[in-house]
């Protein structure tokens, strides 16, 4: 019968050895030939993440409360002459 | 020949390798399948036998159509151009140097969600005012920016008063989305990281070191400040590129500090 410590750590081998051959593992692209069709797509900005969404849009007449950059300057230079 | 590559939004460096039997100018464009007026990156390099091109993209679609041609021949499909083969196109992981950008700082944090979110849209962005999250930063998006009804050659410019950021849009439509965060950061480092608001050079590094360390290529750093110098080539704007060329070389090395 086989030791159920060595049976787990075959099996942590096993899929360490999966998750190393899947990532070494090299995906062919299919060459597009039709190119102009993909550009005529219509593109849709609210199905992208979060982080990749257009800024807000300021509307006509909006007023914006906008910070003096000179209270924001905590930084420092790097590269002062 | 053009791949459809899954980009799937992540970062990631293409790994394009490129074989010829002579030496031929080989180009590469990646733009984004779906947003139009986005490009990853468009460059050409004189191959002779095997060579890899490294497209770095902190940013990316969904899905990216990636271009390999010969220039001499247009691109045209491998049925119809044996010049030169694509050996292999391998998606691997972006390399960043985050320890350099200070992205800890909230006012540096938040100017690149925003400059990356404006550069990666800004070509289908319509002309008009955008504000950051948290209002901190104002970009008017124009056709062209103009001082007495006379276009400007600058592609870009900041109100050291106010913080406005200008941009000219019948240029940013041009450039590539790692060119127009390069104009962007520098312009940013004018009033927020600089300690002389005046100066070009030292916002062209302030700029270049959170650009380098979020992982963008330094190829196009260099293609959008020459664009931009050859607009203007003054004495001024030679030293500029002197200084930026010498500081990008120095980055990989480790050796950013190091400057005078």
Known sequence: MINKEKALYVGLGVF??????CS????????????????????????LPKELRPPYRV????????????????????FSR | ?????????????LIIKVITNSAESIRIQVIDADQPNTCYTDRSKEVSGESIFFVRMPVSGNEALVSVFNEKNGNVSSD?????????????????????????????????????????????LNSGEYT?????????????????????????RIDIDSGVIEISKRQFLDFSVPNRMAILLHEFSH?????????????????????LGLGYPRIEAFEVFAKTFMNAPTEQNKE?????????????????????
């Open chain 1, 16 to 21: 360490l050895l999966l998750v190393v051959l």
């Open chain 2, 240 to 260: 500029r590129f002197d200084h930026i060329k010498n500081f990008i070389d120095n980055f990989e090395n480790y050796n950013t500090f190091l400057y005078q």
């Open chain 2, 191 to 211: 009033v927020y990281l600089n300690d002389n608001v005046d100066d070009e050079v030292e916002a062209d590094l302030n700029g270049l070191l959170i650009y």
């Open chain 2, 1 to 13: 020949m053009t791949y459809k590559v899954p980009t799937r939004y992540e970062e990631l460096t």
């Open chain 1, 24 to 47: 070494n593992k090299k995906v062919k692209y299919d060459e597009v030939k039709n190119v102009a069709m993909e550009g005529e797509k219509d593109f849709n900005s609210s199905a």
């Open chain 1, 59 to 78: 509307q006509e007449g909006e007023e914006l409360q906008l910070a003096n950059p000179k209270s924001m300057n905590g930084l420092k230079s790097k």
């Open chain 2, 132 to 156: 950051s999250d948290d209002q901190k930063f104002l970009i008017k998006y124009l056709p062209t920016i103009e001082d007495g009804g006379q276009e400007q050659t600058t592609p870009a």
């Open chain 2, 80 to 124: 119809e151009d044996d010049s030169f083969e694509v050996v292999s196109i391998n998606k691997e992981q972006l390399e960043k140097k985050l320890d350099v950008v200070d992205l800890g700082n909230p006012l540096v944090k938040s100017f690149v969600n925003f400059a990356t979110r404006f550069c990666y849209n800004a070509g289908t």
